[in-house]
């Protein structure tokens, strides 16, 4: 089983367009986190998130936080080829030994 | 500041063959970690130190995979004999803290590429 899951699995879009990337835990939350990586690389951290209701935002990306439902989404709007990759967020879950999982993924492509 | 270094970026092998991968973290960072990522996939952790002490690692394929971290420092992780099923991108991963309530992000190295034919 998956502890965190991401949806869309993959994601195709215009360039200019915004688009939404959800990740669901199916444990509590001590702390969402969003990385992105590209084919090849490592993992670029984007943002943390730690409150219910918590949203921070850098750049054109943001990322929202529910702590009731254990729910995070990442929103990116005006989508360039630069945002292009492979979008994973990641947490610390609860009774887990402070194991720190990963979502599953969402690839990501920008049309220009 | 220098980032975590791994190699080698690549490697291929032949099943039944061994390899091994080194990582050198942030200098100071405590915590280290080591995530086999398959294509498609999301990493998933293979093994947690604490300084120089495992912490977890309850999902490493003991049959054919060890990792030491000599001195709480760098670390090596090591496939022996290699499956097929064992390609995939081995990430390293540091980070200053001591785990537990949501304490900070995990700095990670570039990967090491394993294809195993």
């Known amino acids: 089983s998956q502890e965190l899951e991401q949806s869309p699995q993959s994601l195709i879009v215009q360039e200019g367009k915004n688009l939404t990337i959800n990740c669901t835990s199916s444990?509590?939350?001590?702390?969402l986190y969003w990385y992105k990586q590209k084919y090849g690389e490592g993992l670029i951290f984007l943002m943390m998130?730690?409150?219910?209701?918590e949203e921070k935002s850098h750049e054109k990306i943001t990322a929202k936080l529910d702590e009731k439902k254990q729910q995070s989404s990442l929103h990116i709007t005006a989508s360039q080829p630069s945002h292009a990759g492979i979008y994973l967020c990641?947490?610390?879950?609860?009774?887990?030994?402070?194991?720190?999982?990963f979502g599953t993924g969402t690839s990501l492509t920008v049309i220009p | 500041e220098a980032g975590v270094a791994q190699s080698p970026r690549y490697k291929i092998i032949e099943k039944r063959q061994s390899v091994a991968f080194w990582c050198n973290p942030i200098?100071?960072?405590?915590?280290l970690y080591w995530y086999q990522q398959i294509l498609g996939q999301g990493p998933k952790l293979l093994i947690q130190?604490?300084?120089?002490?495992?912490?977890?690692d309850s999902q490493l394929p003991k049959d054919r995979f060890s990792a030491e971290r000599l001195k709480g420092v760098d670390s090596t992780l090591k496939i022996q004999p290699a499956k097929l099923e064992d390609s995939a991108v081995y990430l390293c991963?540091?980070?200053?803290?001591?785990?537990?309530?949501?304490?900070?992000?995990?700095?990670f190295g570039e990967g090491s590429r394993l294809t195993v034919l």
């Open positions: 990641g947490a610390e879950l609860l009774n887990t030994g402070n194991q720190f999982y």
């Open positions: 991963a540091s980070s200053p803290y001591l785990r537990g309530a949501g304490t900070g992000e995990l700095f």
């Open positions: 130190f604490q300084n120089n002490g495992v912490v977890d």
């Open positions: 444990k509590t939350l001590y702390g």
């Open positions: 998130l730690q409150k219910g209701g």
């Open positions: 200098s100071g960072h405590a915590t």
